[in-house]
């Protein structure tokens, strides 16, 4: 399932809206960005925990 997040596009988001008015079109772009940025973000960190964004003082 989360490999499969990846894959989503604009065109799979309009497809499951049933499209957008022409002037919205770009909202889908934008929130399949979003969800490929927030899945990237999610991937690096768990390859660095949250842990060492802290330095101990």
Do not use: M
């Not at 499951?16 to 490929?36: M, V, W």
């Not at 690096?44 to 330095?55: A, D, M, T």
């Amino acid at each position: 399932p989360f490999r499969e997040a990846f894959k989503i596009t604009k065109e799979i988001i309009l497809k499951q809206l049933g499209g957008l008015p022409d002037e919205s079109i770009h909202c889908a772009l934008l929130a399949s960005d979003t969800l490929r940025a927030a899945l990237t973000d999610y991937v690096q960190s768990r390859n660095e925990p949250w842990r060492r964004l802290y330095k101990k003082h």
